[in-house]
């Protein structure tokens, strides 16, 4: 089945406690990107990625890292997150800016 | 200006009624462009694609406008499975390749 994966699903963590997002799709996409989503902003692209080891930001890149060593996989990385980090993640896979499908969601608490 | 702007709504609209969204961007250089439905915070599905011609798809039409930069989605003969929030995706492919996103517009059909 085609489908992107995000783990975990929820995260409650404190102020200053690295964490990582892990995305993976099976659909052999050379495009992927992370978007955060909250109230009244809708969707914004934190960071993307064109094919491996090609990242480039997105709108809302500050305070988050990203890699792409593999092309299935897009990990997030939040080294020092802050309340102002606490939002739903998103990740999402496509064919190059085509049709993008998105994982489930990680719903992150940031104390 | 935002990038790409949508009527929050909501628009309450009886069971059978037309309802009909627009989406305006701001960037002449778009490339692709698509509405994509989002339940009560769950991950974006893409509901269709739109292309310069027009396109349809069962009870759901979309039109663009490239001169005017705005995109449309009709929806007849609405049913209550229909109540979700809408949202307008453009791409842009001038220096950087990013989706970008509209607030959404929320729909709820009432019985």
């Known amino acids: 089945e085609a489908q992107v994966t995000q783990n975990p699903r929820y995260l409650i963590t404190v102020t200053g406690k690295k964490l990582t997002v892990t995305c993976s799709q099976n659909?052999?996409?050379?495009?992927m990107s992370w978007y955060r989503q909250d109230p009244g902003l809708g969707l914004r692209q934190i960071y993307y990625?064109?094919?491996?080891?090609?990242?480039d930001k997105g709108d809302v890149p500050e305070g988050y890292k990203v890699s792409r060593k593999e092309k299935r996989n897009f990990p997030l990385i939040l080294e020092s997150p802050s309340p102002n980090q606490t939002s739903l993640y998103f990740c999402?896979?496509?064919?190059?800016?085509?049709?993008?499908?998105f994982g489930p969601g990680t719903r992150l608490t940031v104390l | 200006r935002k990038e790409v702007e949508q009527d929050p709504g909501p628009f309450n609209v009886p069971e059978g009624a037309t309802v009909a969204f627009n989406c305006t961007y701001s960037?002449?250089?778009?490339?692709?462009f698509f509405w994509y439905r989002q339940d009560c915070r769950k991950e974006p599905k893409l509901l269709m694609s739109v292309y310069s011609s027009g396109n349809e798809d069962g009870r759901f039409t979309a039109q663009l406008n490239r001169a005017s930069q705005y995109i449309s989605l009709l929806i007849r003969d609405s049913k209550l499975s229909d109540s979700a929030t809408y949202l307008c995706?453009?791409?842009?492919?001038?220096?950087?390749?990013?989706?970008?996103f509209g607030t959404g517009t929320r729909l709820k059909v009432l019985a």
């Open positions: 990625s064109m094919n491996v080891e090609v990242t």
């Open positions: 995706v453009v791409t842009t492919q001038s220096g950087t390749y990013k989706y970008i």
């Open positions: 659909m052999n996409h050379e495009y």
């Open positions: 960037n002449s250089a778009s490339q692709s």
């Open positions: 999402a896979s496509s064919p190059f800016l085509g049709t993008q499908y």
